[in-house]
C-alpha cells in the first residue's frame, strides 16, 4: 500500500538554484495539494489540482509551480530558490474533500 | 473564509491526566472538520474527523472530539494521557468554497506527556 509518495525526502539546494519535488499518489484521487510546514506555522497551502490538467494557487504560490498531466503525479517546481523556501514540503491527496492522506514529507534546505 | 484557531502552541499534561486539545473554526457553509497528529520526523496521520451525523466522533488510539456549531468548536479530548500521545496535534477545515474542497490548517499544539 504505497498510497502517497514524495522524493526527495531531503535536499540542499544553493541559492538560485531550481528543482522539482516529485509527488505520486496510487488511490485514484482526483484532489492533490502541496504544503509547507515551517516551526509554529502549522501547514500552509502552496498550490492544489482537482484534476489532471486543473491547478489553482493556494496562500502562499510566489516562487512555486506545478502541474498536472495525469491523476497520479503533481510534481512541485522551485524556481531560482531562496533561503526562505527552507522549510518541509508536504504532498497530500484525498477524494471529493474527504480526509486527507499525506506523503513522508521532503526536507529542503537552501544555503 | 475558512480559517482555524487552537488556543494554546504547547500543552502538558501528567501521565493519566485528561487531554484537551482546543480548535476553533470559521467557514461559511457546513465544513468538514478533521484533527491530524505529527509525530516526529513524520507526515500527518488522521486521528479523527467528522462530516455529517453524529456529533461526537470518536478516532483511533482513545482520542474523541465533539462538533459544536453554536460554539463553532471541534475540540479534541481524551480521558487518560499516555507518553505515546506525546506529538504535535492539527486541526484542519474542509468545506466547499467557490466549488473546491481546501483544507485550512491550524497553528498546531505539541503535546507533552510529564511522567
Known amino acids: 500500500n504505497a498510497g502517497v509518495t514524495q522524493t526527495p525526502k531531503f535536499r540542499i539546494l544553493k541559492i538560485g538554484q531550481s528543482m522539482t519535488l516529485q509527488c505520486t499518489q496510487d488511490m485514484n484521487h482526483n484532489y492533490m495539494y502541496w504544503y509547507r510546514q515551517d516551526p509554529g506555522m502549522g501547514l500552509k497551502l502552496i498550490y492544489y489540482s482537482v484534476g489532471a490538467g486543473i491547478t489553482d494557487k493556494g496562500e502562499v504560490p510566489n516562487g512555486y509551480n506545478v502541474s498536472r498531466s495525469t491523476t497520479e503525479d503533481f510534481p512541485l517546481r522551485l524556481e531560482l530558490a531562496a533561503p526562505s523556501q527552507t522549510s518541509v514540503y508536504f504532498c497530500?491527496?484525498?477524494?471529493?474533500?474527504?480526509?486527507?492522506?499525506f506523503g513522508e514529507g521532503s526536507r529542503l534546505t537552501v544555503l | 473564509a475558512q480559517s482555524v484557531t487552537q488556543l494554546g502552541s504547547h500543552v502538558s499534561v501528567s501521565e493519566g491526566a485528561l487531554v484537551l486539545l482546543r480548535c476553533n473554526y470559521s467557514s461559511s457553509v457546513p465544513p468538514y472538520l478533521f484533527w491530524y497528529v505529527q509525530y516526529p520526523n513524520q507526515g500527518l496521520q488522521l486521528l479523527l474527523k467528522?462530516?455529517?451525523?453524529?456529533?461526537l466522533v470518536k478516532g483511533i488510539n482513545g482520542f474523541e472530539a465533539e462538533f459544536k456549531k453554536s460554539e463553532t468548536s471541534f475540540h479534541l479530548t481524551k480521558p487518560s494521557a499516555h507518553m505515546s500521545d506525546a506529538a504535535e496535534y492539527f486541526c484542519?477545515?474542509?468545506?466547499?468554497?467557490?466549488?473546491?474542497?481546501?483544507?485550512?490548517f491550524g497553528t498546531g499544539t505539541r503535546l507533552k506527556v510529564l511522567a
Open positions: 497530500a491527496s484525498s477524494q471529493t474533500g474527504r480526509e486527507l492522506f
Open positions: 467528522y462530516t455529517t451525523g453524529a456529533t
Open positions: 484542519a477545515v474542509s468545506d466547499l468554497t467557490s466549488g473546491t474542497y481546501k483544507y485550512i
